[in-house]
């Protein structure tokens, strides 16, 4: 449930029938506003879908990504246990360009000039913009000694995901299987939880092993989220979980990890699989800019414009709310930007109560799934997004099939509003 300003009321507001198929052109002489979104994921993807549906021929749109294809990290950790595949979860952009008329750039940003408002491309292709929205997902913070070549994080779905997946498989009963929990606030909050849960299962359930061993160090003082649900399935499938960890650096020849555990000395850790999920902050993009504070860009909830600069934007994983780090919540951010953007070019105030959601379904075996779901709602006096009383992570479903089923449907409304 997002409240943003629909493509209806954005019609009436600009004084044209509900039957209007396009809002008209701004009231300006120079050429249509342009507004440039960077990032092709949830959050990127999702904006300049609804600028161009919202704004239709009153907005240029592009969208700049260097993919020509996506990824999903949602479901991904099923590509492990050969429920789906990377293919499965593969999406174009196709629609973006052919049905909305977004002008599609598979290409970098080298530089923002933020006083003139360009673009620089790694092509050396210069974008002119007078709305930059940045969705650039997150970044890692590095460790020592981390080479993602040998020990993959996975985080970022495709090549890595696949490499977990065949180290997995390589697996003989007796091995051990090492994962690490970033600190908060991290992209998917139950996804690495979850990833222990898949793993464990199939290691047990379908490769029949009785001696591996699974081991989630985690940087957070105790499981982050549905601590009930993943707690018991923990100890169901013996996993080994040990909070408060810190780690110091990583052997990825040899697969092996140190770290210190509430705070004591240094331990190392060996592994014939190592899933290291380091530590996040926002992307490199956010950085470059000087658009960071601390490990993430500040921006204001009403209309995801950034404290730091007039006229940028910042949505989805990089953005320094207290809202979760997410795709459905990358979504849902997106709708309010983009209403907040054309509302701006039209000189209409932002709509002063929004509201985002977030929504996910976790898999903790190959046929049971559990699910959560959180509301948020702009608080004038905090100016601060906070949740909904009583829609909180408490609103939580256990693990059933029925859930398992139920969290396909979910995934698949969320990419066809993203990607079809």
């Not at 239709?56 to 990290?73: I, K």
Request: glycine share 8%.
């Amino acid at each position: 449930m997002t409240t943003n300003l629909s493509r209806r009321t954005l019609l009436k507001a600009l004084g044209l029938g509900a039957a209007a198929t396009l809002v008209p052109a701004l009231t300006r002489a120079e050429a249509l506003p342009h507004v440039v979104v960077v990032g092709g994921g949830f959050a990127g993807t999702t904006a300049s879908k609804y600028l161009k549906m919202w704004g239709g021929t009153s907005v240029e749109v592009t969208l700049v990504e260097p993919n020509t294809t996506y990824v999903s990290p949602i479901l991904s950790n099923l590509v492990l246990n050969h429920q789906r595949t990377t293919s499965d979860l593969s999406f174009d952009y196709t629609h973006h360009s052919t049905v909305y008329g977004i002008n599609m750039i598979h290409d970098s940003v080298n530089a923002i000039d933020k006083t003139n408002q360009v673009l620089t491309l790694h092509s050396g292709t210069t974008l002119a913009y007078d709305r930059l929205i940045l969705a650039g997902g997150m970044d890692f913070v590095d460790i020592p000694g981390l080479d993602f070549d040998k020990v993959p994080h996975a985080w970022k779905a495709g090549s890595q995901t696949n490499l977990l997946k065949d180290q997995i498989d390589a697996m003989q009963d007796g091995d051990h299987f090492v994962m690490t929990v970033p600190a908060s606030p991290y992209r998917c909050p139950p996804g690495p939880y979850e990833r222990a849960c898949v793993v464990a299962d199939y290691l047990k359930n379908t490769k029949g092993f009785v001696n591996c061993e699974v081991t989630v160090l985690d940087a957070n003082s105790a499981i982050t989220v549905e601590a009930e649900t993943f707690g018991a399935k923990f100890t169901e499938y013996g996993v080994n979980y040990r909070p408060n960890i810190v780690i110091s650096s990583v052997d990825s020849d040899t697969r092996s990890i140190t770290f210190s555990e509430n705070g004591g000395a240094t331990q190392t850790l060996d592994a014939e699989v190592l899933n290291v999920i380091p530590n996040q902050k926002a992307a490199k993009i956010v950085f470059d800019a000087g658009l960071n504070s601390g490990n993430w860009a500040p921006v204001n909830p009403l209309s995801y414009e950034s404290t730091q600069a007039t006229n940028i934007h910042i949505i989805g994983d990089s953005q320094a709310t207290a809202q979760p780090k997410s795709g459905h919540m990358g979504n849902s951010q997106a709708k309010i930007c983009a209403d907040a953007v054309l509302r701006s070019l039209n000189g209409m105030d932002l709509n002063a109560a929004p509201k985002t959601n977030t929504a996910c379904y976790s898999p903790v075996s190959a046929t049971h799934a559990s699910w959560l779901t959180a509301v948020y709602e702009y608080n004038a006096s905090t100016q601060a997004m906070q949740l909904v009383p009583g829609a909180g992570y408490p609103a939580a479903g256990a693990p059933s099939t029925e859930n398992y089923s139920q969290m396909f449907n979910w995934s698949g409304n969320l990419f066809a509003d993203t990607f079809a």
